[in-house]
């Protein structure tokens, strides 16, 4: 209980428990956990650790990959570092107009991520991804943030139960 979890993680249990309380690892010199991806101590003590994972699953890992090396002596006592990694592609989000992304001025450090754009231009964009592709290479998500793209659409009208392949056309276009 207490650690903070990452869009990218399913819901673990063992024997139809999902959490446990921190305290149950008092008497350990050290508990290294596992399963969540954020590296992150757990409770008040400096004892109970996620080393989390080098590589990022998700657009809500954003934060700096790590490895944990911890050591042990003879009585226990345990000192515990977290090693930065390099990854071969971090994930980023950025959001903005068409014309603000592409004219960020850190685009050029951005570039080698994968890059999940949040796009909050008020009229359409056509070929968004295309378009961002030429100042970020790796664009893998696209979202169409606006007032036009979230918009409740109504939907067809089905008279009389059928309607012909025209009509059906006809009505996806309006």
Do not use: N
């Amino acid at each position: 209980a207490g650690g903070v979890a990452s869009d990218s993680e399913r819901q673990l249990t063992v024997g139809g428990t999902a959490v446990v309380p921190v305290d149950l690892f008092h008497r350990f010199s050290y508990t290294a956990l596992g399963h969540l991806h954020r590296p992150q101590w757990v409770g008040d003590t400096r004892t109970v650790r996620y080393s989390g994972t080098p590589l990022a699953y998700s657009f809500s890992e954003e934060h700096d990959k790590s490895v944990t090396v911890v050591e042990l002596d003879a009585v226990g006592a345990c000192t515990v570092e977290e090693v930065p990694v390099p990854v071969g592609r971090s994930v980023r989000t950025i959001t903005g107009t068409m014309s603000e992304l592409l004219d960020r001025t850190d685009a050029a450090e951005i570039a080698p991520a994968f890059v999940r754009a949040v796009v909050t231009d008020t009229t359409v964009v056509r070929d968004a991804k295309l378009t961002l592709q030429q100042v970020y290479p790796h664009v893998v998500e696209i979202q169409m943030d606006a007032a036009w793209a979230t918009a409740d659409i109504a939907a067809p009208r089905f008279e009389g139960g059928r309607m012909s392949p025209i009509g059906a056309l006809e009505q996806f276009w309006e």
